[in-house]
T-cell receptor
């Protein structure tokens, strides 16, 4: 069975400080993992994906995520938050259909 | 190129009415998915098409929900006898259909359904 747990429903950071959004997954086989971002009244946009080629995955807008099999984690990070990063972030494990986490709302304080 | 489009963007209906939601996938994508996103939640899977056939409809909540994709491109999600609990954003996504669970899914903007 596949499932995703996003450990924080809300994260608040100051502009220019690091971002950490946590995700743990469960998968019956070697997982494919994604992070999507959803800005208010906008569609879901792919940030990055893990497909077993490399454990550290770089995405758009300076985001990256590290796959850690031993911890069953796929945390999303960014060194320096920007105001435009404020949005809802979803961690996803795929088994043809996508299994979404419940989302983490990121607030960036000026 | 054009992304996934969904119409209408908003739909208000009355309890008990029938609604149809349309999805136009990215041209050439053979895989198409429907999800439902309730307020404050992540999207939940409804149904997956590979070509014209429903490869997995295990997420449809009951027999009031039905989806078709007769020519392998446009898909319509149909909801009969709508209930207030059906109010949600209905998302459509498509993918090339060649790499299974390794594929990126491209999402449309969604249809916001409100049942009064």
């Amino acid at each position: 069975a596949q499932s995703v747990t996003q450990l924080d429903s809300h994260v608040s950071v100051s502009e220019g400080t690091p971002v950490l959004l946590r995700c743990n997954y469960s998968s019956s086989y070697s997982p494919s993992l994604f992070w999507y971002v959803q800005h208010p009244n906008k569609g879901l946009q792919l940030l990055l994906k893990y497909t077993s080629a490399a454990t550290l995955v770089k995405g758009i807008n300076g985001f990256e995520a590290e796959f850690k099999k031993s911890e069953t984690s796929f945390h999303l990070t960014k060194p320096s938050a920007h105001m435009s990063d404020a949005a809802e972030y979803f961690c996803v494990v795929s088994a043809n259909q996508f299994y979404f986490g419940t989302g983490t709302s990121l607030t960036v304080i000026p | 190129g054009a992304g996934v489009s969904q119409t209408p963007s908003n739909k208000v209906t009355e309890k008990g009415k029938y609604v149809e939601l349309r999805c136009d996938p990215i041209s050439g994508h053979t895989a198409l998915y429907w999800y439902r996103q309730s307020l404050g939640q992540g999207p939940e899977f409804l149904i997956y098409f590979q070509g014209t056939g429903a490869a997995d409809d295990s997420g449809l909540p009951n027999d009031r929900f039905f989806a078709v994709r007769p020519e392998g491109s446009v898909s319509t999600l149909k909801i009969q006898r709508t209930e207030r609990g059906d109010s949600a954003v209905y998302l459509c996504a498509s993918s090339p259909g060649t790499s299974g669970r390794w594929e990126t899914q491209y999402f449309g903007p969604g249809t916001r359904l409100l049942v009064l």
